[in-house]
């Protein structure tokens, strides 16, 4: 009985030693892909523009380690939701082809897209507002 409750318990240590060992592979393969086609640039945008919007007054060396923590963490909550949609052979072929001319381009129009981007889609959500309120019968 106690011979059977090891192996048991040795097989799920093992076997979760191995699961954070691939996701913690997983997570540097997610962030150099992140970090080769833009996002990481346009997650860091999106960083400053929060610190800017609370008023938050950081030096340097504070403001760079909350940065990378936050971005860093925000990676890890990503873990999952790319597990779901994309292997690791997936993350390495999209790595190989933001290598290339026209994937450096994607990579380096990102988050220029991105922030154009989100304030067309606040404009159009306003839209969507308005119209809706049009239609509601009093």
């Known amino acids: 009985m106690k011979k059977s409750v090891f192996a048991i318990l040795f097989l799920l240590f093992i076997n979760l030693g191995f699961s954070q060992t691939n996701d913690d592979n997983y997570k540097s393969l997610l962030t150099e892909y992140l970090n080769?086609?833009?996002?990481?640039k346009t997650f860091d945008a999106t960083f400053s523009q929060m610190i800017?919007?609370?008023?938050?007054?950081?030096?340097?060396e504070k403001y760079n380690e909350f940065k990378t923590e936050m971005i860093s963490s925000?990676?890890?909550k990503m873990v999952p939701v790319y597990k779901n949609h994309l292997s690791e052979t997936d993350l390495k072929?999209?790595?190989l082809m933001f290598k290339t001319p026209i994937g450096r381009k994607i990579a380096e129009k990102t988050p220029?897209?991105?922030q154009e981007s989100m304030k067309l889609s606040m404009e159009w959500g306003m839209?969507?507002?308005e119209k809706i309120q049009g239609m509601i019968v009093q």
């Open 93 to 95: 072929e999209a790595i």
């Open 112 to 114: 220029l897209i991105a």
């Open 36 to 40: 080769i086609q833009g996002s990481l």
């Open 74 to 76: 925000l990676v890890a």
């Open 52 to 60: 800017n919007m609370f008023g938050a007054k950081l030096d340097e």
């Open 127 to 129: 839209e969507i507002g």
